[in-house]
């Protein structure tokens, strides 16, 4: 059989030369990469995994044991709307750009570079965890990430390869060869090159660093760049998955915990107590918050005006599409104090799309809440401010409480404790890491699923040891 | 007003350390520390106050820290180097304020050339994180620029793309002149907003090497012990002092310098006194005197009086440039020198003189030299006669001019040439006869084409008087435009060709709409708006 007909996929690919001629040097490289950075430990297992094989309703979510060196990944795109137009920005209304336009070839690379140093960025990360599984099905759970994310590195490299001619095959290389928390060649962004070394950490990322890539998904899922957009419209099926992960893994956290503190002190009893989790929350929220880039930003409004990156739902959510002479007022620091600033509307886009995640995450707080109230505990879990513990954007560079007020560095530096994991609170959460592998038992510090993968029971043998 | 004085103590941008034989010069800009409100200075972004303090430091360096054999010019900000001059300090100043900003700016990037050139002494760009536009334009006026590999970091000059203007500190000049980049990979890199990154960086001739983060400490430290152990060690220093000032609205004075501003009629008299006093006649003693050694002192006071009006008095078009003393004095101060060349301050002192004039070259503003029986126009103030636009000479018996040795080449032009020599294209010999017969009265230098004209004692007021009139009613850009045109006759070198195009492309498109109408690049870089380009070719 030829190379190309096991990669499933809808663009084609058996027929076009130059994505096999691109293909036929990275992916050899990919597969190294994922034997040396992939799951560390469990490359010859069998996993329960869902496969894309097509982009349709059954196609999409094909489950089978799978090694996952062999895991097959696919190129999938939604299929092309007739009639698709640029739907925002200056160019609002012309035909969808089919071809990467000229005068926008280097900021679109930029935008998928970015979006693709993150997919690997986050296998590497997560490739140690497998070791401390809290159960089988949450082992499963971390593969199919892992291997989703490497499609998704997949998609961002189709797109090099078949738009980009050198320039692109050289950065799909870069991809596979910078790594995560190496100070010679660390990923792009900041917070794919933290270390996730733990279960609590992988479902904070999961849930915030992940949901961040949502949003930009969906932001690039709007783009007048149609290959970009159809990329990314199929992308987000998968990454709601991811979020589910770790929405739920947090919220069976939250559970165990919430029992543990009837029976008892939740320390003695092995359980994460509420206040590390609280700090793990400020830690990834505060991370993920950076990843939209700074509250006032030129490339946020370049790229709105040629068409290249939309909001949030623009298409559903807008009535108007340009943008141009609209104004939006945020907080901003000078002299030392907080004051309000008006802002052009398309220079605070970032701040705009940063808002719809926060939205989003605050969900996630409720349903978390909703479990605490539902066992009986009247503790809460909430989002810090998000100005604390900033990086990146107006907000770098000065000190602020939890809750959003201006405060000394002597001060943050007293309080930090309270409010970010310390070493101890890190040793304590790698204290209670220890594999639980046999089928349909899980770890002490964490509650069950309420259900299994698709209509399997929870002590299914999701992987085969 | 805008300062030009500033000391290692004081800057708010820039960390000098010197080391032994290594000075470490390290931007850490401080964002609201401006020079005008309206701006931040971000990402290592610089307006001319941040420059100031660079021109002092690498003054400095040479004045007070002779035993420096290497200098490395780096940041303090994390995975950023420098991204250039400021855009929105440039998209709100004036358009003869970015002009003057960019004369400056390129001054000092020369200065360090010139240091090189003079002194010895290495400059290596230890790009720590990315060097874009105006910051690509510092490291290509070091000797070596090293990047860091980091996967990210990278060198551009994004101007044209991203700004729809040039670069405007030599940088398209210096990559193919001075770095020799071949012109079409020149032409990619000069349109690629984004630049390029270590291995084609280097592959390219954009620099010199890169290193990864880990061993890029290791590899500058590595590179600058090999090249102090190329270099012999040289004395300590003298220290520059700040330089005494007194300001009226009026009239700024200095020990050496007076300035008289004629608002009204917009011009301004600018006096140097000659040596006074006996003068040292050995090395020791011009080391013990220090900054305050006449050659020395007059001239940072002349270049201090020739930054402050160009930034300070942009209505003063036409300046009369006058001397006062005693031509033997001079002359002897001259013959020192000259004698002396070899000993680093000496030859510091003369280098130094020589870039003060060539800053008074590049002044945009007339320069008429008046010649009157008390003045000194000899040697190295001769100079100032000949950089002069024209000449006015008192036909007197007691009024004279004079040549030195220093006249010879000491104080060359940007072109490479000496003033006498670019005053002379057309009949070289003339330049052997000035030195044959070195002195000449009125009647003398008007013979040999010293001096433009030589009115007597009875015209000599009303020629002047009209002289000024007639000047600075004339459009004061187009008297820029011609001065520039006629000053720098004879071959280009790097520097003239530099400043040449600063002064025609640069100029001109920083005035065209594409650049700066309301939908120009500049006016709408970090705007929500786009730019529109009228595409049709000039």
Not at chain 1, 159 to 188: M, V
Not at chain 2, 200 to 221: C, H, M, N, V
Not at chain 2, 463 to 487: C, F, H, K, N, Q
Request: glycine fraction near 8%; charge should be negative; include cysteine.
């Amino acid at each position: 059989m030829n190379l190309y007909d096991r990669i499933p996929n809808n663009v084609n690919l058996s027929e076009d030369k130059k994505l096999q001629r691109a293909l036929e040097k990275w992916l050899p490289n990919y597969l190294d990469w994922w034997r040396e950075m992939g799951p560390d430990g469990f490359q010859e297992k069998d996993v329960w995994l869902r496969t894309a094989i097509d982009v349709g309703s059954e196609g999409w979510a094909h489950f089978d044991y799978v090694k996952m060196p062999e895991y097959r990944w696919g190129i999938f795109l939604e299929p092309p709307k007739a009639d698709a137009i640029v739907g925002f920005g200056d160019n609002y209304g012309r035909p969808a750009y089919q071809e990467v336009p000229g005068e926008f070839r280097n900021s679109l690379r930029r935008i998928i570079v970015t979006q693709g140093d993150t997919e690997p960025a986050s296998v590497e990360q997560q490739r140690q965890l497998g070791k401390t599984c809290p159960s089988l099905y949450d082992l499963r759970n971390l593969f199919q990430v892992n291997v989703e994310e490497g499609r998704h590195l997949w998609a961002m490299v189709y797109l090099l390869h078949g738009y980009f001619g050198r320039d692109g095959r050289d950065e799909a290389d870069a991809l596979l060869e910078r790594r995560s928390g190496n100070p010679d060649k660390p990923r792009i962004l900041e917070a794919f090159n933290q270390p996730c070394d733990d279960w609590l950490n992988f479902f904070a990322f999961t849930m915030f660093t992940d949901r961040d890539g949502k949003y930009q998904l969906s932001a690039l899922a709007e783009s007048g760049f149609e290959p970009l957009a159809r990329t990314c419209q199929f992308m987000l099926t998968e990454e709601a998955h991811h979020m589910f992960v770790g929405d739920t893994g947090l919220g069976r956290v939250v559970r165990r915990t919430a029992q543990l503190m009837k029976e008892g002190d939740v320390r003695s009893l092995g359980g994460i107590p509420l206040d590390i989790v609280q700090r793990y929350i400020n830690f990834w929220f505060s991370y993920s918050l950076d990843l939209f880039g700074g509250e006032i930003s030129s490339n946020s409004a370049d790229f709105f005006a040629a068409g290249l990156k939309g909001r949030y739902q623009e298409a559903k959510q807008y009535t108007e599409h340009t943008a141009a002479n609209e104004i939006f007022t945020m907080q901003v620091v000078e002299d030392n104090q907080l004051k309000a600033r008006e802002v052009p509307m398309r220079n605070a886009l970032n701040e705009v799309l940063r808002g719809e995640y926060v939205k989003d995450c605050e969900k996630g707080l409720a349903r978390w809440n909703k479990v605490l109230a539902d066992e009986g505990v009247n503790d809460r879990l909430y989002l810090p401010d998000p100005k604390f513990h900033r990086h990146v954007g107006e907000y770098a560079g000065h000190t602020f409480d939890i809750h959003g007020n201006l405060i000394s560095r002597e001060e943050f530096d007293k309080r930090k404790a309270e409010w970010l994991p310390s070493m101890e609170d890190r040793e304590y959460v790698r204290s209670l890491m220890h594999p639980v592998t046999e089928i349909g038992k899980i770890a002490n510090w964490i509650a069950p699923p309420a259900a299994g993968i698709k209509g399997k029971p929870f002590d299914f043998e999701y992987v085969r040891l | 007003m805008i300062n030009f004085q500033t000391a290692p103590e004081r800057y708010q941008h820039w960390k000098l350390e010197v080391n032994g034989p290594v000075a470490t010069l390290s931007m850490d800009v401080q964002e609201d520390q401006t020079l005008a409100e309206g701006y931040k200075l971000k990402l290592n972004s610089y307006d001319l106050g941040v420059d100031i303090e660079l021109a002092d430091a690498v003054q400095r360096l040479r004045f007070e820290h002779p035993d420096v054999a290497v200098v490395v010019i780096t940041s303090l900000k994390p995975r950023i180097f420098c991204a250039g001059a400021n855009i929105y300090m440039l998209g709100s100043s004036s358009h003869a304020f970015k002009v003057n900003f960019c004369k400056f700016t390129n001054e000092t990037r020369c200065a360090i050339e010139d240091d090189s050139r003079h002194s010895g002494r290495r400059y290596i760009a230890a790009l720590n994180g990315t060097a874009s536009g105006g910051g690509y334009e510092l490291a290509i006026a070091c000797d070596e620029i090293y990047l860091v590999d980091d996967g990210n970091s990278a060198v551009s000059l994004p101007e044209v793309p991203l700004l729809g203007v040039l670069p405007g500190t030599g940088g398209l000049t210096r990559l193919v002149d001075k770095r020799k980049v071949r012109r079409d990979r020149a032409d990619v890199f000069s349109t690629l907003a984004e630049g390029l990154k270590g291995k084609r960086a280097q592959e390219w001739g954009l620099i010199d090497g890169y290193f990864p983060t880990s061993k890029f400490a290791g590899g500058i430290d590595s590179r600058v012990a090999q090249l102090v152990s190329a270099q012999s060690a040289n004395p300590s220093g003298i220290k520059l002092n700040p330089l005494e000032i007194e300001s009226t609205s009026g009239s700024r004075h200095y020990k050496y310098i007076r300035v008289t501003l004629h608002r009204e009629q917009r011009y301004a008299d600018l006096t140097m006194l000659g040596p006074d006093g006996p003068q040292p006649t050995t090395v020791e003693q011009v080391q013990e005197l220090g900054d305050a050694y006449w050659p020395l002192q007059a001239y940072r006071e002349l270049d201090d009086a020739l930054l402050h009006l160009r930034v300070n008095e942009p209505e003063i078009g036409l300046v009369c440039l006058r001397t006062e003393g005693r031509v033997e004095s001079v002359l002897s101060v001259d013959q020192f020198l000259a004698a002396n060349r070899d000993h680093w301050l000496e030859r510091e002192i003369i280098v130094h003189m020589a870039r003060v004039l060539r800053r008074l070259d590049l002044t945009a503003k007339s320069f008429f030299a008046i010649v009157e029986p008390n003045s000194c126009f000899a040697g190295n103030l001769l100079e100032l006669l000949l950089a002069s636009d024209r000449s006015y000479m008192l036909m007197d018996d007691q009024n004279s001019v004079a040549v030195s040795d220093l006249n010879t080449g000491a104080l060359p032009m940007s072109n490479g040439l000496t003033r006498l020599q670019s005053r002379f294209l057309a009949e070289p010999d003339k330049t052997d006869e000035v030195f044959q017969k070195q002195r000449f009265n009125t009647e003398e230098a008007e013979e040999i084409g010293l001096i433009t004209f030589a009115p007597d004692d009875l015209d000599w007021e009303d020629e002047i008087r009209v002289a000024i009139e007639e000047r600075t009613s004339l459009s004061p850009d187009a008297l820029t435009g011609m001065e520039a045109s006629l000053r720098f006759a004879g071959p280009e070198t790097l520097d003239t060709k530099i400043y040449g195009r600063l002064t025609a492309w640069q100029n001109w498109i920083f005035q065209r709409p594409n650049a700066v109408g309301p939908e120009g690049a500049l006016t709408n870089y970090g705007k929500p708006t786009q730019a529109h380009f009228d595409y049709k070719r000039t």
